[in-house]
C-alpha cells in the first residue's frame, strides 16, 4: 500500500516513516508504503520522531493512502480500477502530530554482540585472549558537523555520519584483562 505524506517536519530529518522496496540495492528504489501479505485485511503505518538537539514546536505530518499496483512501474500513477486494494475515500487520509520529548542526548551507545547495552548488569564479556568484541552506535543524529561524529575507542576511531549514525559498527578489543573472577 502506497501513501504521500506532506507536512512541515522534513523526512528523514524530524521523522522516519514505513518505507519498501521491490527487490534491490538501489535505496532510490524505496517508496512510502507498506507490504500487507495475501489475505491480511489491514497494515500499520509508522511514523518515528527523530531525535535531534532542537527543541521544537509540534509539527504534523498528513498522510495519504493511494491506489497502487505493485506491479506498476516506481512513480506511475495507479488507477482505482488497476490497483491491488481499495482506498474507503473517507478513510484514505489521517494526521499524526510529532511532539517533542526533549530526550535527545548526544552519546555514543555501547552494545553486546545481541544489541544488548553493555552495563553493571550487563558487563563487558573479555575473552581469555584479552579480547571483547562490541557494537557502537549514536544514540541519536548529532547536530554539529553536519553529522559527523568520530568515536575513539581503545584506539579506535569509529566513524559516524548522516547515513550511517543509526547503524552499530562493530570494533573487537585487545589486549583487555581481566576477566570477572581471574
Known amino acids: 500500500m502506497n501513501y504521500d505524506i506532506n507536512g512541515t517536519p522534513q523526512q528523514n530529518e524530524d521523522y522516519f516513516n514505513s518505507r519498501y522496496r521491490r527487490v534491490s540495492d ?12 495475501q489475505g491480511e485485511t489491514s497494515g500499520r503505518i509508522y511514523i518515528v520522531a527523530n531525535p535531534d538537539a532542537l527543541e521544537e514546536t509540534n509539527e504534523e505530518v498528513t498522510i495519504t493512502l493511494k491506489p497502487y499496483n505493485f506491479d506498476d512501474k516506481p512513480n506511475s500513477f495507479s488507477s482505482n480500477t488497476n490497483t491491488n486494494y481499495q482506498v474507503d475515500a473517507d478513510k484514505k487520509t489521517r494526521q499524526v502530530t ?13 552494545l553486546d554482540k545481541f544489541d544488548r547495552p553493555i552495563d553493571t548488569n550487563n558487563p563487558l564479556y573479555v575473552d581469555a585472549n584479552g579480547q571483547a568484541t ?36 562493530t570494533i573487537t578489543l585487545d589486549g ?4 570477572k573472577g581471574d
Do not use: H, M
Not at 538501489?26 to 501479505?37: F, K, L, Q
Not at 510529532?98 to 555501547?110: M, R
Not at 552506535?137 to 550511517?164: M, R
Open 98 to 110: 510529532i511532539i517533542d520529548n526533549g530526550a535527545y542526548q548526544e552519546k555514543a551507545l555501547f
Open 26 to 37: 538501489d535505496a532510490n528504489s524505496e517508496r512510502d508504503g507498506i507490504i500487507i501479505p
Open 134 to 169: 562490541i557494537k557502537v552506535k549514536l544514540a541519536g543524529l548529532f547536530s554539529s558537523n553536519n553529522g559527523n561524529v568520530t568515536v575513539t575507542v581503545s584506539g579506535k576511531e569509529i566513524n559516524f555520519n548522516n547515513t550511517n549514525w543509526d547503524r552499530a559498527q
Open 176 to 179: 583487555l584483562c581481566c576477566r
